[in-house]
């Protein structure tokens, strides 16, 4: 079956720029993660959401960062902004419970670089 | 605050070579996850280990899970050059959320095997 989707799959942006990156998990998955990869700072973990509330947003790196999700489905992580630090790959994963798991599947990830 | 320690962090062997990733975490757990990721792509979930003693196999690969230690160790027996790769453990701190922390990764062994 249709594994996560993200897009777009790169993206290039100037300073001060706003993006918007997308995930649409697999279907039937209610929880959503979002992780930032990059060669300094390894993956982390920016924000989870199970079903359209996010409990915590303490993991995103500033207040330029939101994400939302709607109808228990597609995800956007919103950057306001944009500074060259926020160069990274950004990923999208999602889970349902199976036998005590919360196996995350991972999506192929948008490369945002800004210049 | 969780923290994962991956070690080795490169690795270059031979084919044909047996040889052993670790992975320590601070805090209690009892999800730890293998993952598996190839230059450019994304993340391919390869184990999921669930309770102390947990072991599982997938050719020449096998990972263990030792919650009292607070360890995980992945096995490669036998290495070929197609098991190059960069491998990451990642742990969930768990909770009656589930999965709503995110998982907290390692930095990832490189790992090369040469003909």
């Known amino acids: 079956g249709a594994g996560v989707s993200q897009s777009p799959s790169n993206k290039v942006t100037e300073k001060g720029k706003d993006v918007e990156l997308r995930c649409d998990p697999i279907?039937?998955?209610?929880?959503l993660y979002w992780y930032r990869q990059s060669l300094g700072q390894g993956l982390e973990f920016l924000i989870y959401?199970?079903?359209?509330?996010?409990?915590?947003k303490s993991g995103l790196p500033s207040d330029r960062f939101s994400a939302e999700r709607t109808g228990g489905s597609v995800s956007t992580l919103t950057i306001q902004r944009t500074q060259q630090e926020d160069s990274a790959v950004y990923l999208c994963?999602?889970?349902?419970?199976?036998?005590?798991?919360?196996?995350?599947?991972f999506g192929p990830g948008t490369r945002l670089t800004v210049t | 605050e969780l923290k994962v320690e991956q070690n080795p962090l490169f690795l270059s062997m031979q084919e044909g070579k047996n040889y052993t990733i670790y992975c320590n975490y601070s805090?209690?757990?009892?999800?730890l996850y293998w993952y598996r990721q190839d230059p450019g792509k994304s993340l391919e979930s390869l184990f999921v280990?669930?309770?102390?003693?947990a072991v599982k196999q997938e050719g020449r690969l096998m990972a263990s899970l030792d919650t009292k230690a607070r360890l995980s160790t992945l096995h490669i027996t036998a290495a070929v050059h197609d098991l190059s790769a960069t491998y990451f453990c990642?742990?969930?701190?768990?909770?009656?959320?589930?999965?709503?922390?995110?998982?907290?990764f390692g930095k990832g062994t490189h790992l090369i095997i040469q003909p």
């Open positions: 805090t209690t757990s009892d999800r």
């Open positions: 279907s039937g998955h209610t929880a």
């Open positions: 959401f199970q079903g359209n509330s996010a409990p915590d």
């Open positions: 280990l669930l309770s102390n003693g």
């Open positions: 994963a999602s889970s349902h419970v199976s036998g005590g798991s919360y196996e995350q599947y």
């Open positions: 990642a742990v969930d701190s768990g909770g009656s959320g589930g999965g709503a922390d995110g998982l907290t």
